[in-house]
């Protein structure tokens, strides 16, 4: 069974920036893809970011040029790194691996951690 943590959530002002993390129970390098998404109240989960083979990434196209991922395999780690945050940014954000090769953008994820709370205040 993998475990995935977050941390780093918090309330920050709009324009402000906050870095998540996402920590494994296993090698994260014998997964094929990690990824972020969101859950604002009363929204369904809705991708985010995610990083597969090699050195890949993609964002949603609300956060591109504003969130950045990156994954240090050897910390078992997958990080958000989110700037110039909106109030439309406020949701549970939750770190989510992926075992096989598949399309890392679709919400089918093999696990999921309990999610982080980022507030944007305006």
């Known amino acids: 069974q993998v475990h995935l943590v977050e941390s780093g959530g918090g309330l920050v002002q709009a324009g402000g920036s906050l870095r998540l993390s996402c920590v494994a129970s296993v090698d994260t390098s014998s997964l094929y893809a990690m990824g972020w998404f969101r859950q604002a109240p009363g929204k369904e989960r809705e991708f985010v970011a995610a990083t597969w083979p090699v050195r890949t990434v993609t964002y949603a196209e609300s956060v591109r040029g504003r969130f950045t991922i990156s994954r240090d395999d050897a910390k078992h780690a997958v990080y958000l790194q989110m700037d110039s945050l909106t109030p439309e940014d406020t949701a549970v954000y939750y770190c989510?691996?992926?075992?096989?090769?598949?399309?890392?953008?679709?919400?089918?994820?093999?696990?999921w951690g309990q999610g982080t709370q980022v507030t944007v205040s305006s």
């Open positions: 989510a691996g992926l075992h096989n090769p598949r399309n890392p953008i679709l919400d089918h994820y093999d696990y």
